[in-house]
């Protein structure tokens, strides 16, 4: 990739970030008439800017996992962990041998129980968890099963710790296993099944 598309893809991210920040506000955004009317005009504006220039992705669907340094998630643009979507929590993954760890902090606009985390988010967070494990082994497909046991409350503004590990195959089946923790505490865990649509040799 040269040097000004990586240039483009970083300002992307800035852009996405700034607009993650205005989701963040505009759930609480309550103030005076005229200045919501003035608010709606340069929102007016900017949508138009934006759609004059949206014409194709900056980056390809998949971030292999040898690049995962490069802040952007497994898939750049999901809804879960994508650095290129401003709806999306950040997570920060890292490996420990088979195991992937993301680091992850849920915002207010993934609230859904007062304070609390939304179940399906943590749900759609662990789907691609559990599918960074399974790439880690050179293994490649859709989610057929995913089973979540929420064992207690996922409060906002927390810094939380997903894992996920494989813990066998079964043909084309792929087992995998995930939990998430506040410190010491096991706030839930996570049973799936994918289907399997790689050799091994094809790790990324």
Known sequence: MSSSDDIKRQKHLQITQLVRELNHYCLALNGPEDVL????????????????????K?????????????????????????????VSPIIHYSFDGNKVIGICEFGINHEGPQGC???????????????????????????????????????????LRFESWLEKLDGRKVHLHGQCWHGETLLSSAQAIFINNHKRDEHA
């Open 37 to 56: 009317d003035d608010l709606i005009q340069k929102t007016q504006a900017l949508t138009s800017q934006f759609a004059q220039i949206s014409t194709e």
């Open 58 to 86: 900056l980056r390809e669907h998949f971030t292999p996992l040898t690049h995962i340094d490069r802040g952007e998630g497994i898939q750049p643009y999901s809804p879960f962990g994508g650095f290129h979507n401003p």
């Open 117 to 159: 985390v939304h179940g399906g988010v943590i749900a759609g967070v662990y789907d691609c968890i559990l599918a960074a494990a399974m790439i880690r082994q050179g293994l490649g497909g859709p989610t057929v099963k995913l089973d979540i046991t929420y064992r207690a409350p996922t409060l906002l503004h927390s810094r």
